[in-house]
C-alpha cells in the first residue's frame, strides 16, 4: 500500500502494517517491524533506493511514520545521493568485470549474449522490458559462469568438495555459503551483480565465499585464510562499499 505522507497526518488516527510504503519528501520510505530493535529508526537501503522505517513492535509503526514525515529533510538528502538509475536499454553502456560494455538490439533471440565487438557488446532481444528481461539473463549467465569458475578454483585451493554455485539479487549482501547438509554439497549463492564490478572484486567475494567452508564465522583464523587466497581483502571490501550503490542502480 502507498500512501503520500506529509508533515501532517491525513487521516486522524491513521493505521500502518509492516510493508507499507509512504511518500515522504518523494521519496519512498518502506515500514518494517523489527522486534530485536529497541527503538524506532530510519536507514537508507541503497540497493532498493528507499528509506526503511523500523519499528520494535506494530503498535509502534504509527510513531515510525511520524518520525519519518520529522526526518523529511533527512531522507531527501539521503536518496539525493543515490546513483541514478541505469535503465538496460540499447545505447547504453555498463561494466562488466571492468570493461566498458555497450549494450545493443541483436538480430534475433539465438543471437544474444556478450560479444567482441571492436570492444565488448552485450546484445540482448526484444523491446522495452521484454528487452531489460532478456539483458538481464545475459548478465546473470555470465556472472554464473564467471563466479563458478573461481568457487571451483577456490575449493580446489582449500582442498575442499566443489559447492553448487547459484546467483541471486540480493539486497543485503553479495554472497552466501550454506554448509552441506546430510552428506550433500554445501551451496554458495552470490549476486549476479557481480558481474558489473571489476574482476578483482568479483574474485575476492568467491575467496569469501569459499573461506566458510572451511571456517563457518568472521574470526581472525577466517580473515588470514582468505587473505592466504590471494584477494585484496582490504581494496576490494572498499570498492564495494563506495560503488556497491551504482551496481543495484543497473537495470533498475
Given at each position: 500500500m502507498i500512501?503520500?505522507?506529509?508533515?501532517?497526518?491525513?487521516?486522524p488516527n491513521p493505521r500502518y502494517a509492516a510493508g507499507d510504503v509512504l511518500e515522504v519528501a518523494g521519496c519512498a520510505v518502506r515500514l518494517k517491524v523489527d522486534r530485536r530493535a529497541r527503538r524506532v529508526s530510519l536507514r537508507l537501503d541503497a540497493a532498493r533506493g528507499e528509506i526503511i522505517a523500523t519499528a520494535p513492535s506494530p503498535r509502534r509503526l504509527k510513531e515510525a511514520a511520524a518520525f519519518a514525515a520529522q526526518r523529511a529533510a533527512w531522507i531527501g538528502e539521503a536518496v539525493g545521493r543515490l546513483p541514478p538509475a541505469e535503465p538496460l536499454a540499447p545505447g547504453a553502456v555498463l561494466q562488466v568485470l571492468g570493461r566498458a560494455c555497450r549494450v545493443k538490439s541483436a538480430l534475433g533471440p539465438r543471437r544474444q549474449g556478450l560479444y567482441e565487438e571492436d570492444g565488448?557488446?552485450?546484445?540482448?532481444?526484444?523491446?522495452?522490458?521484454?528487452?531489460?528481461?532478456?539483458?538481464?539473463?545475459?548478465?546473470?549467465?555470465?556472472?554464473?559462469?564467471?563466479?563458478?569458475?573461481?568457487?571451483?578454483?577456490?575449493?580446489?585451493?582449500?582442498?575442499?568438495?566443489?559447492?553448487?554455485?547459484?546467483?541471486?539479487?540480493?539486497?543485503?549482501?553479495?554472497?552466501?555459503?550454506?554448509?552441506?547438509?546430510?552428506?550433500?554439497?554445501?551451496?554458495?549463492?552470490?549476486?549476479?551483480?557481480?558481474?558489473?564490478?571489476?574482476?578483482?572484486?568479483?574474485?575476492?567475494?568467491?575467496?569469501?565465499?569459499?573461506?566458510?567452508l572451511v571456517h563457518a564465522d568472521h574470526s581472525p583464523r577466517f580473515w588470514a585464510l582468505v587473505a592466504s587466497l590471494g584477494p585484496d581483502v582490504k581494496r576490494a571490501r572498499a570498492w564495494l562499499r563506495v560503488h556497491g550503490p551504482r551496481l543495484h542502480a543497473v537495470g533498475r
Open positions: 500512501r503520500s505522507l506529509g508533515l501532517n497526518f491525513t487521516q565488448l557488446a552485450l546484445r540482448a532481444w526484444g523491446e522495452g522490458e521484454a528487452f531489460r528481461r532478456a539483458a538481464l539473463r545475459v548478465l546473470k549467465a555470465e556472472a554464473l559462469k564467471a563466479l563458478t569458475e573461481r568457487t571451483a578454483a577456490y575449493a580446489a585451493a582449500l582442498d575442499q568438495p566443489t559447492p553448487k554455485v547459484a546467483v541471486m539479487d540480493a539486497r543485503s549482501r553479495w554472497g552466501s555459503c550454506t554448509p552441506p547438509r546430510r552428506g550433500g554439497d554445501a551451496s554458495l549463492r552470490y549476486s549476479w551483480r557481480l558481474i558489473l564490478a571489476p574482476y578483482e572484486v568479483l574474485d575476492y567475494v568467491a575467496a569469501h565465499e569459499c573461506g566458510h
